[in-house]
């Protein structure tokens, strides 16, 4: 079971988090302005989560090294293995510039993702890649800096969980730089990193 999630098979959960995120939940409210959708400036965002080595992380950890965040879950049928695997192959093609980039996944399922489960789930990928765990207030406290979505929707005896499915640059400033597109051609994604790195 665990092994068809690591390879990202699997489709309804992934389909649906897929149009609910930079599809359906990035739509323009007419009453916000361009700026409001934006995500914030680590520095004035305000969340202390822990990665799955038991380190705490705050966003004022970041600034001084160019960011990349993804928000995610590790019972996620297809979006987040493959966003991941995007990731790691980004990292490679990038090189030693790599190692400037600070790479996180921030779970949107801490009932589930302890940071036992995340170390265990991240190791398939890229070992740069840190994930980020902690109560349901700080991720919902950190996905509102980023301006991202999630919600927890019953699936028979189980649940599953529709979130934003972009992936956020950060420059080295703290400030947001872009955002790469679920399934965005490596052809785009890759310079869209190399700026943000500058």
């Known amino acids: 079971m665990r092994r068809a999630v690591i390879l990202g098979i699997g489709g309804v959960a992934g389909a649906a988090a897929f149009a609910l995120g930079l599809g359906g939940w990035r739509t323009r409210n007419r009453s916000q302005s361009g700026a409001d959708l934006l995500p914030l400036p680590f520095a004035d965002m305000s ?40 990731i790691s192959g980004w990292l490679e093609e990038l090189g030693t510039d790599a190692d400037r ?3 996180a996944m921030i779970t949107v399922d801490p009932e589930r993702d302890t940071t036992e489960v ?8 890229d070992p ?3 994930g980020l765990t902690g109560t349901l207030e700080e991720i919902e406290r950190a996905a509102s800096g980023f301006r991202a979505r999630f919600e927890k929707l019953a699936r028979d005896d189980d ?3 529709n979130h934003t499915a972009g992936v956020f640059l950060f420059r080295s400033d703290g ?8 399934h965005e051609d490596r052809r785009f994604a890759v310079p869209k990193i190399r700026r943000a790195i500058g």
């Open 47 to 86: 969340f202390s989560l822990t990665d799955q080595r038991g380190n705490m992380v705050r966003p004022e950890d970041w600034i001084g090294r160019p960011t990349m965040v993804f928000f995610g879950f590790t019972w996620c049928p297809d979006v987040c293995p493959t966003t991941l695997s995007d």
């Open 101 to 103: 980039l600070n790479v």
């Open 118 to 125: 995340l170390g265990d789930y991240l190791s398939h990928f």
């Open 128 to 130: 740069r890649i840190i």
């Open 159 to 161: 649940y599953t969980m």
């Open 175 to 182: 400030g947001f730089a872009s955002i790469i597109d679920y």
